[in-house]
């Protein structure tokens, strides 16, 4: 059966779906992690190379955005384990503002500052990093505090069995309704709790093993990832990890209703059809 | 639908592209090139400061590695041959006729040659060198602590900072203003890994990384630490000093404190 097209039975309920912890530390979180990802852009455009264990090895990265030189030509590669993929124009040999190139990692529309400028990256970068571990450590007290891993997060051994089935209804793109859609699913409580709990946690982690400093406080920070360069490798993937997410978490807030979305997560109140006889 | 809705979706709509082009803004270069935006993201590094300082006590060492760590393709970054007519004909001699000026706020201001700093108690460590740039290389470096020399030169009760100034004109402005230099706080200044180092992976520091000597602070980032050290001079102030902000990158917009 398809509840949303048989009005006439149903009616509309407005459910306080999200706290006001959860709404305020969320948009906070937007901010960081936006800004957090194009000024560590800058940063790596530094040095577009990314290596394994406690020390830089120039001449293998695992990873690398670099010119190439070919002839007359010059082009932008990406290694990756030894593979070379031309990304001329986008990564390793970038196109400017003004229609030219430039040798650099990633493209200026996706750096803070968007011109090259290191310690300005670093200046956004850590800045921002203290307003997301303090908006964390909000999120997690309040989480624990009241409940809200527990009640919204923490998926069932029922919904864990049937998760195969969920993941077949979100291909279908058909969203639970009614009841069902006043809590997350299945797939939305570990979506969230990956990001929320282990991604993001490893982010301040790997970022925190790349300094110095900590480094001496802290030694196995280095021993847990494998040494600073890894950490540093480790760090790049997580944020990828937490990118592929929010573009995951952007469709799915598109396709699943826009406006009702956006309004649960700003002012709480969340609209949800259900039918007349069981309310 | 209501116009009330389409008012909020247009509130929405307009918001977003305010919001994006604030954004968008900021990686033009607009926004990072506002001094108030540069001083609220400043209060950062002061909070790092203060946070490293209490988190990672002040007897902390960074790691040592193994011979077997060494890299064999140490980076040489910033200036790697200093070309300065003083300085090619000290190099030319093999730095004998170098000497190291020690003063300011010391009791007992010196000149030590690298025959007498080789001749002082050593310390000899395998560290990581940590570039902000984001790569690390390992290297084995044998020095003489700087506790030591500033023990030697008796240093004051109101000495805050210890300065180093450098042969290299990495500014290219042809006069002491592009002049590289660095500073350190007493924590750094006497953490016994904090030395000048003469002798680089067992043999006489290369020009590349800073001949005849180089300052190490193991728990900072590669831009502390101070190649071609000419002259130390221990100061309570570093704001009247060139730029003010108590080195070469830091008046170019880089942290002082350079723990991350």
Redesign the interface.
Known sequence: MEPQTDVSNHKQEVVHRHSGAVRVTHWVNVVCLLVLLMSGLQIFNAHPALYLGSKSTFADPVMAMQPMRHGEEIFGITKIFGWHIDTTGVFGLAITPDGGYEVRGFPWSVTLPGHRDLSMGRRWHFFFAWLFVINGFIYLIYSLASGHISRDLAPSGPELRHIGASIWEHLRLRFPQGEEAKRYNVLQKLAYLIVAFLLLPLMLATGLAMSPGMDAGYPFLLDIFGGRQSARTIHFIAASGIVLFVVVHLVMVLISGVWNNLRSMITGRYVVKVPEAQS | MSPK?LD??GF?ARGAAIAGAT?LG????D??AQPWV?R??????I??RVA?RA???AS????E?SEA?I?A?F?ANGTTNPDDEDYNALAANGFTDWKLKIDGLVGKPMELSLAELRAMPARTQIT?H?????????GKWTGVPLKALLEQAELKPSARYIVFYCADDLGETGGDDGKYYESVGLEDAFHPQTILAYDMNGAALPIPHGAPLRLRV????GYKMAKYVMRIEAVDEIAPIRGGMGGF?ED????WYA??
Not at chain 2, 218 to 221: G, M, N, V
Not at chain 2, 252 to 255: F, H, K, L, S
């Open positions: 809705t909020r979706r929405l954004l900021g990686c033009d270069g926004l990072s540069r609220i993201l400043d209060k950062a590094e909070l790092t490293q988190l990672v006590p902390a060492l960074a790691r590695y760590d890299s393709d980076k990581r940590d570039c902000v740039e984001g790569w690390s290389s390992i193991e728990r900072q980032l990158w170019r917009g880089y942290e723990g991350i």
